[in-house]
């Protein structure tokens, strides 16, 4: 086994936080960084698109083949879960393809049949301009076709000062009324014209997906077992039923699932103690906080790789609190998943020991070929550019196989120090996180100064980098994993994900974690 170490442009990062030059090992990196992680969950569910016609036994067989074709986790799965079995569930639903003709409907049925190999970075959806999709190569829709998908749902016109001074005209209020924010959406709650329930209204969102006026919830007016049946519009605008409920005791914060925790904006009340604690996991920009004289609590909403200059900028602030603390809480939770590039600065406050990563293997196919010559147009670093290029010209010369070796690559990561505070780091994750944040966990766990804390993860690893790629009519887009790790098959994450050290049962409130794990820390 080879042991590298390199440090590529991102060296700069880390003289901050080290007295020396920190020898961090990016190359097994450089393959992840393009991971598409839980976009995958939003991606499976049903599109709100209008139902068009289509040839869906054509459509059902280009699925098929293209998948079996190009997915780097087809033959595992095909091998663990049976030919005959699949064979069956092909037969059915291809029968079922032949009685569609929906797009809505027929995008089940393909999803239906994905699934049997994965939960998750596998998916299909329907594209709202067919025409237009068979033309774009990369399989992406563009923000203004994405804006006209939406484009006739109804609008409820509102701006906050229009909304303020008609919240304090009325004498009376249901207590979910207000201006909320997840930190990627805002929007009013107010009453139906016709009172029956209350409803979401954006007031500020991406202005892609979402658009001001629309509706993201409809939500019950009256509560059963302290919760609101809730009808919530995710990213793509399907509709998943979830149930609303208030955390904490100032009327001041909900959670959602899969819209996560939501703060009161206006009306504000007074912040009670479980306040605070459930701010601390509602912001959507990382920071870090003194818990007490002994814990620093690092908060991190997302590894996206546009996170990474604002946590990277983060840490270097606090670097001298969190190097003179003997406890560190890092708190993941509700993930999005993203760049390994974006934890590195991270990664020398946990460091004890050289750290283990077993790598990835690209499936070479021309269609995966045309994926990674797509990847290097997305960066302006000619190291990271330069690497997809490699990999795609690799691809084209072993058409059919796995790049790399067939026994398991391992790379050893090293920094040169190991720092004598934080003594003890503790990672709080749930089971949203996915993906780049399963990694993270992957790598810290190894640190004899870290313990897991929190539920089991989504399970969204082994079989990774995304390619998207549309129907040859148009309107269906296709998305599949072009990598599988040397971990597979003696250590799997997907469907299982990783279990934590310390599990939190549902006795404790997630908006209670915090105050739990700082207890197990300090005592």
Known sequence: MKKKNFNLSFKIAFKTFAPKPLNFNLAPLMKKLFIITLAALWLNKPNAVQAQNCNCPQNFNWVVKTFTDNDAGYAYMLQKKGKETLDVLTAKLQKQASQTTHTDSCQKLMAQWLHFFRGGHIGVNVNSNPSAANNNSTGKETPAQIRKKYSTEQRININYKQYTQQYNKQ??????????????????????????????????????????????????????NNTYATKYGMKDHSIENTQLQMVGNGGNFFTTGSGGNWQRLYPVSKYTAQDSLVLLISTPHPFVNRLSKN?????????????????DSVLQANDNAIRTSPNLIIDIRNGTGGSD??????????????????????????????????????????????????????????????????????????????????????????????????????????????????????????FS???????????????????????????????????????????????????????????
């Open 171 to 224: 004498n009376t209020h249901h207590p979910l009324e207000g201006i909320w924010s997840n930190g990627l959406y805002t929007v009013v709650v107010l009453q139906s014209k016709d009172t029956s329930q209350l409803l979401g209204v954006v007031l500020h969102a991406d202005s892609i997906f979402w658009l001001p006026g629309q509706i993201k919830m409809h939500i019950s007016k009256q509560k059963l």
């Open 295 to 311: 814990t620093m609590y690092l908060r991190i909403p997302s590894f996206n790789h546009a996170q990474k200059p604002f946590i």
């Open 341 to 462: 590039f974006s934890y590195h600065s991270i990664m020398p406050y946990l460091y004890t020991n050289p750290i283990r990563h077993t790598g990835t293997r690209e499936y070479a196919t021309p269609l995966n070929a045309k994926a990674y010559d797509y990847y290097a147009t997305l960066f302006a670093d000619t190291a990271v550019k330069n690497s997809q290029l490699r990999t795609a010209a690799a691809m084209r010369k072993n058409i059919g196989k796995f790049l790399g070796s067939d026994t398991i690559h391992v790379s050893v990561d090293t920094l040169h120090q190991v720092l004598p505070n934080p003594k003890y780091v503790a990672i709080i994750c749930n089971h949203i996180n996915a993906s780049a944040d399963e990694q993270f966990i992957i790598y810290a766990r190894q640190s004899k100064k870290v313990k897991i804390f929190g539920a089991p993860t989504a399970g969204m690893l082994d």
């Open 465 to 523: 980098n995304l390619n998207f790629t549309n129907s040859p009519d148009g309107f269906f887009q296709l998305y599949y994993a072009t990598d599988k790790s040397y971990r597979v098959p003696t250590f799997c994450i997907d469907d299982v994900g990783i279990q934590p050290d310390v599990y939190l049962d549902e006795s404790i409130p997630e908006h209670l974690w915090i105050k739990y794990v700082q207890a197990y820390l300090e005592n």
